[in-house]
């Protein structure tokens, strides 16, 4: 299927992929103003950052409740929340303020992105089109296209409520046109079956070290940039930029790429080459450098992720797919908070120059979690939808 057919299916799914992708965009490129605001180190601040993720995987469990009461108005109400408390981080400026803010924002951008990526599901099911890639990749797009805003806004000096501001302006008109119907799948079976935890963690692992990896570039890269590379504030928001530029352009053409070479070996080669970039932009000497390296990165790794997800969904019966998903999305996407902690201990102890080169060295624990979960398709028949 086209790129453009793909889009105008799943058209308002995609605007929340879009509008999430913008708000994290701008949140990773205002990332050393609201440091400064809060006055933490990179130690306290990266733990703070792991408040998200109690925010995030509550959302994420509680979701399918949620999306049962809401229905078709839960995603533009997901997408309505999520663009108030955004607003947020720009006004508090203490850590313990910062901290309660990310645990709401967490739950609020966790619940959105669980009912955007059902909405696609439904949609996949509904047309027999596989859609999830061109979706992932609007958030891709939207990331950077904040990101490049929000340096430019940084360079004149926009503080960052009005920067988030704005966002939630976009989100809101965007959130028109969100709603549609949810079609419920019912096991014919009327039994509740237990799902296949093989293929659950081997794909939950290597989704997790895949957002990991992409974590610590969007929180840290204009940090590593601006101080370690003497950068200055739009150079900085180049660093995420070009992680979102690069990732658009690797999520649009993945369906492409995994329609001509098997999955596992998509993945094999695109974990190498993350984990080159990583490197690159770890030793760069300039800020030219370093974008080089962050390019690279985000070629790699934007497809490690959802190939992660779509091949758990092909090794587990249909009817429990979705919940089999859901798992592998829990674990990866407590990636995202994590890794900004652990970075924020790296940098404080030796500094963001081996922070990134030990992210290098986490992705290639991608490729033997890639090699065990073919011995597991080897070993077991294939699931038939």
Not at 128 to 133: C, E, P, V
Request: hydrophobic share 55%.
């Amino acid at each position: 299927m086209s790129l453009p057919n793909a889009l105008l299916l799943s058209r308002k799914p995609a605007r929340a992929f879009f509008a999430l992708g913008g708000f994290w965009g701008c949140f990773a490129a205002q990332v050393p103003v609201l440091k400064a605001q809060i006055g933490a180190g990179d130690a306290v601040f990266g733990t703070l950052l792991l408040c998200t993720a109690l925010g995030l995987v509550s959302a994420m469990w509680l979701a399918p409740r949620i999306d049962r009461s809401l229905g078709r108005i839960g995603l533009p109400c997901a997408a309505i929340l999520t663009a108030i408390l955004f607003l947020i981080p720009g006004l508090v400026s203490s850590p313990l303020a910062f901290g309660m803010t990310m645990v709401a924002i967490g739950a609020a951008s966790g619940l959105m992105d669980v009912l955007m990526n059902a909405r696609v599901s439904d949609l996949e099911a509904h047309h027999s089109k596989s859609l999830m890639n061109a979706n992932h990749g609007m958030f891709s797009l939207g990331y950077m296209c904040a990101a490049l805003a929000t340096g430019v806004a940084r360079e004149y000096g926009v503080p960052p409520v009005l920067v988030f501001g704005c966002a939630g302006l976009v989100t809101l008109v965007l959130a028109v046109d969100m709603a549609m119907p949810v079609h419920r799948t019912k096991d014919g079976t009327g039994q509740r079956q237990a799902y296949p935890m093989s293929p659950v963690l081997i794909c939950g692992v290597i989704v997790l070290i895949a957002f990991m990896a992409e974590a610590t570039v969007e929180a840290w890269s204009a940090l590593h940039i601006e101080r370690t590379l003497d950068g200055g504030a739009a150079e900085g928001a180049l660093g995420p930029a070009m992680l979102g530029l690069t990732m658009t352009i690797g999520r649009f053409s993945g369906q492409v790429i995994t329609e001509k070479f098997s999955e596992l070996r998509v993945v094999v080669f695109a974990t190498l080459l993350s984990s080159v970039g990583t490197f690159i932009a770890a030793t760069a000497p300039t800020p030219m450098v370093s974008y080089v390296g962050f390019g690279i990165m985000g070629l790699g790794v934007s497809v490690i992720g959802p190939i992660g997800l779509a091949l758990v969904g092909q090794q587990v019966r249909a009817e429990i797919r979705t919940e089999a998903i859901s798992k592998v999305a829990v674990i990866g996407f407590s990636g995202f908070f994590i890794a900004p902690m652990v970075m924020g201990f790296l940098s404080e102890w030796f500094g963001l120059r081996v922070a990134f080169a030990c992210v290098s060295v986490l992705l290639l624990l991608v490729v033997p979690a890639a090699f065990a979960l073919r011995r597991s398709m080897t070993k077991d028949a294939p699931v038939q939808p």
